[in-house]
């Protein structure tokens, strides 16, 4: 274990939103939906266009854009699992989401 730095902590600002990935329309362009099932774009900065790949039910933090009309935001972050886990642990989680991040990782169940 390397000690000193604890990864990338994240969590999101008074601004930003955690947002779930609905699907792709293409032009870098992504809809998401917030915890209180808002819809809009968000749109993806061009520093990631190369190395980040986004998919249906990824979450992601997003900044506002002022004058947006269809795309209201731009992508801050991914979140990965261990990121979800750890807001979940310190309460930042939204609880319309943690029911969804809990479906998509128990897989079918039987019942």
């Excluded at 968000?42 to 790949?53: A, D, E, F, L, T």
Aim: net charge neutral.
């Amino acid at each position: 274990g390397s000690s000193g730095s604890s990864g990338e902590h994240i969590v999101p600002s008074n601004q930003q939103q955690i947002v779930r990935v609905l699907r792709t329309p293409g032009n870098n362009l992504h809809e998401v939906e917030t915890a209180q099932g808002q819809r809009f774009l968000v749109s993806m900065p061009s520093k990631y266009r190369k190395n980040i790949w986004i998919k249906r039910g990824d979450f992601l933090i997003v900044d506002p854009i002022e004058e947006g009309e269809k795309v209201k935001a731009e992508i801050s972050f991914v979140l990965c699992k261990d990121h979800v886990r750890s807001l979940q642990k310190e309460g930042f989680w939204p609880e319309a989401f943690s029911e969804v991040a809990e479906k998509h990782n128990s897989g079918p169940s039987s019942g």
